[in-house]
């Protein structure tokens, strides 16, 4: 590891036939790790722009390049790495250190370690983990330190090995993404390739390799998906379809979607029996990115109990009884107790929120007790602002890219709010009232709560809570956003049909003494319009105009949202009493969610990438043709027709016999080395038949206009230009095709 | 006690003859010739060339193939004064260069011109001389003059030397030393007649020998204007530096290879060649027919190849144009 030093005193700059100076491959080779580098901590990064932290890690990145280049200059590689592992020991330990607590599952250090570390690599994102601030910041360090030490070293292959490490771990846990990741590779691959050209001083023809390889790479992963794709997607809970509003809220356990336009499914899911209508929560989740939800922390064994509300509750007993497989345990918030075959195994996770471990089945039955929190208003008025430490670390928390509009605004609604509870209120109205209820929404690029807020004037309920929550955290309201169904259809005494279109996102805000409680932004009367569309007109191809908006009704008689009713005057539970509406047509065919448009991402995102990799394979390509000689072979071939600009006498007299002389090889032979043209044309002439091209007369003209030119101190204009005329002449008489005359 | 000719080795005052002129005075003398000497025109044509080049010929071969008639005819074909020199082993140099002799009646050394002193000059069998008189002969190529006591005698012009010596009797020949064989612009091989070549040649053997009905076809002022022509015929760079690289080679792949002074023969050959075909420029044509004659007994090889090998490879591999 010590042979390094000098190893660039050894490296031949050669000047000669197109090679370069192994100065510009050691470039490329350093820019190729440079992008690897960024490819990996654009992924980090993303994940501090979700829960802060971007600035530091930046520093710390840049910071790390700094100390490598001092380093690389006076400590041994040996010492290095083992400075390099120092510090990602030290790293981590401020992890478990700042983590510790929290993940209960574990017990000794190096156990939580190790199981931390294999649940991410088995595809945990980065952004479930609770400190993943800290854990990104105890990650960056190490590789980026290391390989670009070793790139300074000249050790390129050596110093992709932990970048490369660090990228692909990323891409286990299922946050790099495809374009990212395939980046990622070419730059490693391209640091290995310039950086032993650059040690064996190769020329651009062996650059055309690098290409090669880098095309050969593209195509692979294009046909063959060899690099690992984005977060993988988990099977949808409830057996649901993308592209309905339940899929995309349901997406995968512990995530939920934002998505554009959607669907609703008017398949039955489950039928419970409640004593009271109530929303059944199906998910919790606490971090939001900008584009959707994330359920921090990781799921502990259900133990049969679960913590109570801090203050007073009253409790509800629900029976629910799947009607097609369930990915999910709906039930009232908050559940205490679960009993049943199919949640025997279930967990929960550290909101609270119980989640099976395989899909129910259609007829499996669970009782579920809850405790459903309802205090009155004035209780809530006065509940005051001193929040739990673990509340507010968790459920405060904003992407780093939240504008300063976004809280201008939210500011602005909530100008008149005094306590935390009117807080909620003032923008639970504020949302209702002003904006229109739509399934039909395209979906924004940037965040998507601050796209609503500032730029849309309608969505669906995922847009209105997700809006609420993040509306409360900028005021510093804890709030959260979970997902389930609306009370359902009831079709008999406290016995409801819960539908696929049901599905449902809102809003609970925690309030000390209290826990938490639920909020109901999305206005009412016009989800129930859409609902019962879906309801009775099934069909697929009727969808256009009305079938779009079917989610959850948010105005629904078992409304979870006591507060609203309470300070609201708006048309709370009673106004739809959609039970009759939705009688006629309980079970429409099952597999009718209309897909609209799925379309919204694909023009987006995919073209994009198709233009990077394009780019790379078209530059590969060419790099593949150059090498074979195509490239300069049509040239020949097309410059014997075509004699082109004309230039110096004499040069366009030598031209037009290098064109005649290339019709002569490719018919005859080419001329040998050592044999003058003259003595090639005659050679020609003696071994060809006598009325053939060798024996032209004119052929002796370009000739000696060749001589002239060359050898006998030049030829004028007059005689230049016949010259090229009569190699014209020959040239297209002999074209194949076309040119006969 | 010079004859106080010009001091120039050419007599400038002639005017150049045209160029076309010298093609033309060029196949006079081959045809000529090629009434006495059967077949081997390109052996006459490069004696002709070298005449044109100011060059000296070397003929070796075997005895009897015509090596003295082929230079008598040359001789006879120009209109100028013939010398012959037979060298035996007790020729002495003095028998070359002339001699200083009292004079009774002037009281005084008088130069005695030896049969050096011709235009064109036989010099019959010079490897059976010693080296000495070989010396003799070789200065006066090289110099043009002869010096005796102290005095220098300018030889005619033009001059050239045509020597030949047997190929055959190595034990009673002085070998030439390479750096005198370097004089000579070229060495020619006559080789047997074929068979009908020999024919033709009995044919004429019987009655008079055809040299003794030899007319001349041009005088000796002719011939030096054509000199003066050849010597103004261009030499591009293109030329020049294929002549340089074929040079090169040999001198990398044989023990001796092609000093400067063969590199400007071979220019000066390619020259002539030019002339002969009434071209005013040369090309690289001209250097590659003259190369086989004019290079290789410059040459001294080491192993089992042999100098001409060494020319035909390097006229093989080496690019006519510089890359």
């Known amino acids: 590891m010590s042979t390094d030093t000098g190893r660039s005193a050894k490296t031949i700059e050669l000047g000669v036939d197109g090679s370069v100076g192994s100065r510009t491959f050691r470039t490329l080779a350093l820019g190729s790790i440079v992008v690897l580098t960024a490819s990996y901590v654009s992924v980090l990064r993303e994940v501090t722009r979700v829960v802060g932290g971007t600035e530091l890690l930046l520093?710390?990145?840049?910071?790390?390049?700094?100390?490598?280049?001092?380093?690389?200059?006076?400590?041994?590689?040996?010492?290095?790495?083992?400075?390099?592992?120092?510090?990602?020991?030290?790293?981590?330990?401020?992890?478990?250190?700042?983590?510790?607590?929290?993940?209960?599952?574990?017990?000794?250090?190096?156990d939580e370690m190790v199981a931390d570390t294999l649940t991410l690599a088995?595809?945990?994102?980065?952004?479930?983990?609770?400190?993943?601030?800290?854990?990104?910041?105890?990650?960056?360090?190490?590789?980026?330190?290391?390989?670009?030490?070793?790139?300074?070293?000249?050790?390129?292959?050596?110093?992709?090995?932990?970048?490369?490490?660090?990228?692909?771990?990323?891409?286990?846990?299922?946050?790099?993404?495809?374009?990212?990741?395939?980046?990622?590779?070419?730059?490693?691959?391209?640091?290995?390739?310039?950086?032993?050209?650059?040690?064996?001083?190769?020329?651009?023809?062996?650059?055309?390799?690098?290409?090669?390889?880098?095309?050969?790479?593209?195509?692979?992963?294009?046909?063959?998906?060899?690099?690992?794709?984005?977060?993988?997607?988990?099977?949808?809970?409830?057996?649901?379809?993308?592209?309905?509003l339940e899929g995309a809220i349901d997406a995968a356990p512990e995530r939920s979607g934002i998505a554009g336009s959607v669907d609703l499914s008017p398949e039955t899911r489950f039928i419970g029996t409640s004593e009271q209508p109530t929303y059944w929560r199906t998910g919790v989740y606490d971090r939001y990115t900008g584009s959707e939800w994330l359920r921090s922390g990781q799921e502990s064994e259900f133990d049969g109990r679960l913590t109570p509300p801090p203050g007073e509750y009253e409790t509800v007993e629900q029976t629910v009884r799947a009607e097609s497989p369930l990915g999910t345990i709906p039930a009232a918030a908050q559940p205490l107790s679960l009993e049943g075959d199919p949640i025997e195994d279930a967990t929960v996770s550290s909101h609270g929120q119980p989640h099976p471990e395989s899909t129910i089945h259609d007829g499996g039955e669970y009782t579920v007790q809850s405790a459903v929190v309802d205090p009155p208003s004035d209780e809530l008025e006065t509940a005051g602002t001193d929040y739990p430490e673990e509340i507010e670390a968790h459920y405060l928390q904003q992407?780093?890219?939240?504008?300063?509009?976004?809280?201008?605004?939210?500011?602005?609604?909530?100008?008149?709010?005094?306590?935390?509870?009117?807080?909620?209120?003032?923008?639970?109205?504020?949302?209702?009232?002003?904006?229109?209820?739509?399934?039909?929404?395209?979906?924004?690029?940037g965040d998507v709560a601050e796209a609503f807020l500032l730029e849309m004037d309608e969505g669906y309920c995922v847009y209105f809570g997700t809006t609420m929550v993040q509306m409360l955290r900028s005021e510093d309201v804890p709030a959260r956003y979970v997902t389930g169904y609306t009370s359902g259809e009831e079709i008999d005494d406290d016995t409801y049909v819960v539908r696929g279109l049901d599905a449902h996102a809102w809003v609970e805000v925690y309030f000390p003494g209290h826990g938490w409680v639920p909020f109901e932004p999305t206005p009412p009367g016009d989800r129930d319009d859409v609902h019962q569309d879906a309801i009775e007109e099934p069909d697929p191809d009727a969808f256009e105009p009305d079938d779009e908006p079917d989610e959850p009704t948010e105005?629904?008689?078992?409304?979870?949202?006591?507060?609203?009713?309470?300070?609201?005057?708006?048309?709370?539970?009673?106004?739809?009493?959609?039970?009759?509406?939705?009688?006629?047509?309980?079970?429409?065919?099952?597999?009718?969610?209309?897909?609209?448009?799925?379309?919204?991402?694909?023009?987006?995102?995919?073209?994009?990438?198709?233009?990077?990799?394009?780019?790379?394979?078209?530059?590969?390509?060419?790099?593949?043709?150059?090498?074979?000689?195509?490239?300069?072979?049509?040239?020949?071939?097309?410059?014997?027709?075509?004699?082109?600009?004309?230039?110096?006498?004499?040069?366009?007299?030598?031209?037009?016999?290098?064109?005649?002389?290339?019709?002569?090889?490719?018919?005859?032979?080419?001329?040998?080395?050592?044999e003058s043209p003259r003595r090639y044309l005659t050679a020609l002439a003696d071994s060809a038949p006598e009325d053939s091209l060798p024996h032209d007369p004119r052929l002796e003209s370009v000739l000696e206009g060749y001589e002239r030119a060359v050898y006998g101190g030049g030829v004028d204009r007059e005689t230049a230009e016949k010259v090229i005329e009569r190699v014209d002449e020959l040239t297209r008489e002999r074209l194949p095709v076309v040119g006969r005359r | 006690m010079s004859d106080a000719d010009p001091p120039t080795l050419t007599d400038v005052t002639e005017t150049p003859l045209p160029l076309s002129a010298v093609a033309d005075l060029a196949e006079r003398i081959e045809t000529n010739v090629a009434d006495v000497i059967v077949g081997n025109e390109a052996v006459v044509g490069h004696i002709v060339t070298a005449l044109l080049a100011r060059g000296h010929v070397l003929l070796e071969d075997v005895p009897g193939v015509g090596k003295t008639m082929l230079a008598r005819s040359i001789a006879r074909s120009v209109d100028c004064r013939f010398r012959r020199i037979q060298f035996t082993p007790d020729l002495l140099p003095t028998d070359v260069t002339g001699v200083n002799v009292f004079n009774e009646k002037s009281r005084e050394f008088e130069f005695q011109p030896g049969p050096v002193f011709g235009n064109i000059v036989l010099g019959d069998e010079i490897n059976r001389a010693p080296p000495k008189t070989q010396s003799a002969l070789l200065e006066a190529m090289e110099e043009r003059q002869v010096t005796a006591d102290g005095d220098s005698h300018n030889l005619p012009d033009p001059f050239t030397v045509i020597?030949?010596?047997?190929?055959?009797?190595?034990?009673?020949?002085?070998?030439?030393?390479?750096?005198?064989?370097?004089?000579?612009?070229?060495?020619?091989?006559?080789?047997?007649?074929?068979p009908d070549a020999e024919a033709v040649l009995l044919g004429r053997a019987v009655g008079t020998h055809p040299i003794e009905s030899l007319e001349s076809v041009t005088d000796?002022?002719?011939?030096?204007?054509?000199?003066?022509?050849?010597?103004?015929?261009?030499?591009?760079?293109?030329?020049?530096?294929?002549?340089?690289?074929?040079?090169?080679?040999?001198?990398?792949?044989?023990?001796?290879?092609?000093?400067?002074?063969?590199?400007?023969?071979?220019?000066?050959?390619?020259?002539?060649?030019?002339?002969?075909?009434?071209?005013?420029?040369v090309i690289p044509d001209d250097v590659q027919t003259e190369a086989p004659v004019v290079l290789p007994h410059r040459i001294r090889t080491t192993g089992r190849e042999d100098a001409k090998t060494v020319v035909s490879d390097a006229l093989e591999r080496i690019a006519v144009e510089p890359s």
Request: proline share 6%; glycine share 8%; charged share 25%.
């Open chain 1, 59 to 110: 520093a710390l990145v840049g910071a790390m390049f700094v100390l490598a280049t001092i380093v690389a200059r006076v400590v041994r590689p040996r010492t290095a790495t083992a400075l390099a592992i120092v510090a990602a020991v030290a790293g981590f330990a401020y992890y478990l250190e700042a983590a510790g607590t929290d993940i209960g599952v574990v017990s000794s250090v190096a």
């Open chain 1, 122 to 244: 088995t595809g945990l994102p980065l952004l479930q983990m609770i400190e993943a601030g800290v854990w990104t910041l105890a990650f960056a360090p190490a590789p980026v330190f290391l390989s670009w030490y070793l790139a300074l070293r000249g050790r390129y292959a050596l110093a992709v090995v932990p970048g490369t490490l660090a990228l692909y771990f990323l891409v286990l846990t299922g946050d790099a993404e495809t374009i990212v990741t395939l980046l990622g590779t070419l730059a490693a691959i391209g640091a290995v390739g310039f950086g032993e050209l650059a040690r064996r001083g190769g020329s651009v023809g062996q650059a055309d390799l690098v290409a090669i390889c880098f095309a050969i790479i593209v195509a692979l992963s294009l046909s063959v998906t060899f690099v690992p794709g984005g977060p993988a997607t988990p099977a949808t809970a409830g057996g649901t379809d993308d592209g309905t």
């Open chain 1, 399 to 445: 992407p780093e890219s939240t504008s300063s509009a976004f809280e201008r605004r939210t500011a602005e609604i909530t100008a008149d709010a005094e306590t935390p509870y009117e807080t909620a209120i003032t923008v639970e109205q504020y949302l209702r009232e002003s904006y229109e209820y739509s399934l039909e929404v395209d979906q924004p690029d």
């Open chain 1, 555 to 674: 105005d629904e008689p078992g409304a979870p949202e006591h507060v609203q009713n309470d300070s609201a005057d708006d048309a709370g539970d009673d106004d739809v009493p959609e039970s009759e509406e939705t009688e006629p047509e309980p079970e429409p065919p099952a597999d009718t969610d209309f897909d609209t448009e799925p379309d919204d991402e694909f023009p987006i995102s995919i073209p994009r990438e198709t233009v990077a990799l394009g780019a790379l394979f078209g530059l590969g390509l060419a790099a593949a043709i150059r090498r074979s000689g195509a490239t300069g072979r049509a040239r020949r071939r097309v410059g014997i027709y075509w004699h082109g600009r004309r230039s110096e006498p004499d040069q366009d007299v030598e031209r037009a016999y290098r064109r005649l002389e290339s019709l002569l090889a490719r018919q005859y032979r080419p001329r040998r080395r050592g």
């Open chain 2, 163 to 194: 020597a030949t010596q047997n190929a055959v009797e190595p034990t009673r020949t002085y070998e030439l030393p390479l750096a005198e064989f370097d004089r000579f612009m070229k060495k020619l091989e006559l080789g047997y007649p074929d």
């Open chain 2, 220 to 281: 000796r002022e002719t011939l030096v204007r054509a000199r003066e022509t050849v010597a103004t015929i261009r030499v591009e760079k293109p030329v020049r530096s294929y002549i340089t690289r074929l040079a090169g080679y040999t001198r990398e792949h044989a023990e001796i290879g092609v000093s400067p002074r063969g590199s400007i023969a071979l220019l000066r050959a390619a020259q002539a060649r030019a002339g002969l075909d009434g071209r005013e420029y």
